[in-house]
């Protein structure tokens, strides 16, 4: 009988428990839908600055637009972290046409941009085209029928793919490494079909490498649409390619991570980083990639100290620099808070756009998946039902090295039109729909939450 | 041991359906995403003939445009229900002004659509403005303070409600029934907040209805940000309101319910029904109301006969007629099915929009929420995850009275953008995302094919 008793005790306990999380999960979605800040706040960080690539002015005017939001916000602590990030600026001229080998072709133009950290063409490129229809293809070439040509990788993302990510990831490489491939069998340039998934005038660009012993050539994206083009044409015929980029790179300049905490109450020394990147992409306005992300995670914080809420464990909003090209401010926040001595526990990215929530992705140990599972019946009612092991992110990925066993967290939205304006100039404020971020707010304000009290 | 042996064979068995099902459904997918119809049949619709209200020419046009559609596809079946459907037409004058009772206060021109079935106002109408915030705070209010103004009726709807139906559900009453209660107090016109979700500048219509022994009078909504506007000049002082419509009722007209059918090959006579509305109002361009739930069932046939699959069971596509203002096709359906002795034994539904799917939910029997839920591992690794009790939807509706029982399934999409565009000008075409579409037809074509083969 006393057993029994114990029994209920604990089962009343328990539902108590749930009972509170329930009302006070309840009062952080309606602080978010009907008194948010989330929509006005990336309408400035998208209008009033724009796009915001490292070492870009627009960068700076971020950095200092985000450290005076913070400090309006009154949170316990408010700084910024000084890092060196790369600089590479696109330039003025950017064109591109090819011509087909018929009598009176025409130049017909192509919607391009370069590849971030490309270099330029140093005047007007010109060349004939071989198309590839993926990265070991082009592997597999002989040189002599690529030296001297420019290469186009033609590879289109896998509509088939229920998770666009998936089809992001295979095709990944050729944005990456297409230069120094085609490079290393004497190709003049790489132009390739941009990464996204409609068939669109919009090019959508992003970062690429060189490597030490193989020569530098220029690299674009070309869209959807023209890649579609280009292809036909070169299906009857030889096609010959005009090129001019005037992109370069310059040398490191000093750029900063800006962050804000709330104290722990019990355990202030033990810290639980949540973040998004605050660079974009010098093109759009960086809205979903990654405007959503760093303003879902401001507003988390702001929520959470609006509602009187004091965590049992510091948590701290991290506006990463430089993740597109570089990841320096990744890179050197968990050298930083290792340097520090500091205790991160626990570490949350919002990367994948403001779309309408799903859940969360765990990348650690499988007890903190047994954890977050046991979130799912308080969470549900708000639509999330992913509970799974997953991906944090790129901002928060060094942690891991530096923290063994850290569990990483990312925030999963759904992923369906995320590939219509990643790194395009399309991914402008417009794209993001009010209600849909401020429900990312919510969603990880609550998550957060649950996590603090039950780490 | 022979026991051992017949439950292994039997798990076999499953085992091997399951995987059969897995295959199929990712073909199904596969034929969606990518060699899909259900894109470019939405832009015809939306495009070459735009809003299609019951009794308009546009809706004849997506009368025949539809039947042809069928045929080029070769279903077993395509026919026409004739049916008589109510006509209204908003007419060429639609304006309101407000007037401030300060000094010099200038005339502002209100966004307003006027309500589907509103009488005209039969010239200028001038009055008095009195705004209540809720239909009970009309109800409640003295015949003395109502008399011989216009009613603004100005509750917004709930956007704390994570499911955006059920904020709309709370403020249906008022389009409905406000120009009734209005008039039983002595208003000379009702004037309703749209039933939006987002702050803008587009009107949202809808149908509304009047009581015999009630006088009639005239019914339209403003915009969100008028309503606001016109509370605010109510807060400072009287407002004068300022209303032209010359919309009207012309006697019913002859319309179609158009469909198509793959005849079942075991159970020909037992028939599952999938449909959504054809017809739409006449602003914008009903892309998610409803040409996504038409094109969505239609494009679910032609995957199902694409891809050689043979139903069990009879499964017939219908695009009813005049579910906005009337629902004529859906009762006559209803009543044309059972007179003809037909077996109606399921039926779906999609009419919340072209967004990503979450799943369907059930009205009707326990026994066929058990049946869908064993979908849920087959069906989850396609991002479906509703499978409870709900609503079927209204066109289907009028099923359950002549065949009690029945299952009635509702397709479940995202709800988070629908009431940005229902019932107003940006229900347009661009406002529909393709693999949102696509995923939806994909979704709807499993989940019946699932049906059909379990049933």
Not at 56 to 64: F, G, K, L, N, P
Not at 100 to 117: H, I, M, R, V, Y
Not at 301 to 324: D, S, Y
Not at 347 to 360: M, T
Request: aromatic share 10%; charged share 25%; glycine share 8%.
């Amino acid at each position: 009988m006393k057993y029994t008793l114990f029994v209920f005790l604990i089962y009343c306990f328990f539902v108590q428990v749930n009972a509170q999380d329930s009302t006070l999960i309840r009062r952080i979605y309606d602080e978010a839908l009907l008194r948010g800040h989330a929509y006005e706040n990336l309408r400035q960080l998208c209008k009033d600055i724009g796009p915001r690539l490292s070492g870009s002015s627009q960068a700076q005017m971020a950095v200092d637009w985000s450290y005076e939001k913070m400090q309006s916000y009154a949170f316990d602590v408010v700084q910024k972290q000084a890092i060196k990030v790369p600089h590479w600026e696109r330039g003025t001229t950017e064109s591109a046409w090819f011509k087909e080998s018929t009598n009176n072709a025409k130049l017909q133009k192509l919607q391009l941009l370069a590849l971030g950290g490309s270099i330029g063409t140093n005047g007007l490129l010109e060349a004939e085209v071989i198309e590839f229809k993926s990265l070991s293809d082009l592997q597999n070439a002989k040189r002599q029928s690529v030296e001297g040509k420019i290469v186009f990788l033609n590879k289109p993302m896998d509509a088939a793919q229920i998770q666009t990510f998936k089809a992001y990831g295979a095709c990944y490489a050729i944005r990456g490494n297409g230069a120094v491939e085609a490079s290393k069998l004497g190709a003049k340039a790489v132009v390739i079909r941009s990464l996204g998934l409609p068939i669109d005038k919009h090019p959508h660009t992003g970062s690429m490498h060189y490597q030490n012993d193989v020569p530098k050539i220029p690299a674009a994206a070309i869209s959807t649409q023209d890649a579609d083009a280009l292809s036909k044409a070169l299906s009857s015929g030889k096609v010959r390619l005009f090129l001019e980029l005037d992109c370069r790179d310059f040398t490191d300049v000093d750029s900063y991570n800006v962050m804000a905490e709330l104290k722990g109450s019990i355990y202030p020394e033990q810290i639980i980083t949540i973040g998004g990147h605050l660079d974009s992409w010098d093109t759009g306005e960086g809205a979903h990639d990654d405007g959503a992300g760093v303003i879902h995670c401001l507003e988390a914080l702001r929520i959470l100290k609006e509602l009187g809420l004091k965590p049992t464990h510091t948590i701290r909003v991290v506006f990463f620099m430089n993740e597109e090209n570089g990841n320096q401010g990744g890179k050197q926040y968990a050298e930083w808070c290792l340097a520090n001595g500091e205790q991160q526990i626990a570490a949350l990215e919002s990367d994948r756009g403001g779309f309408a929530p799903r859940g969360f992705g765990l990348d650690g140990p499988d007890q903190f998946l047994d954890l977050i599972q046991r979130f799912e019946p308080t969470l549900r009612p708000y639509d999330l039902h992913i509970f799974e092991k997953g991906y944090g992110g790129v901002d928060i990925g060094p942690l891991k090295e530096k923290y063994p066993g850290i569990p990483l967290f990312g925030f999963i939205p759904d992923s369906q039109r995320y590939f219509d304006f990643h790194h395009a100039p399309s991914d402008v404020f417009e794209a993001v729909n009010k209600r849909e971020l401020e429900l990312g707010a919510a969603a990880i304000a609550s998550f957060v939450y649950l996590l603090d009290l039950k780490l």
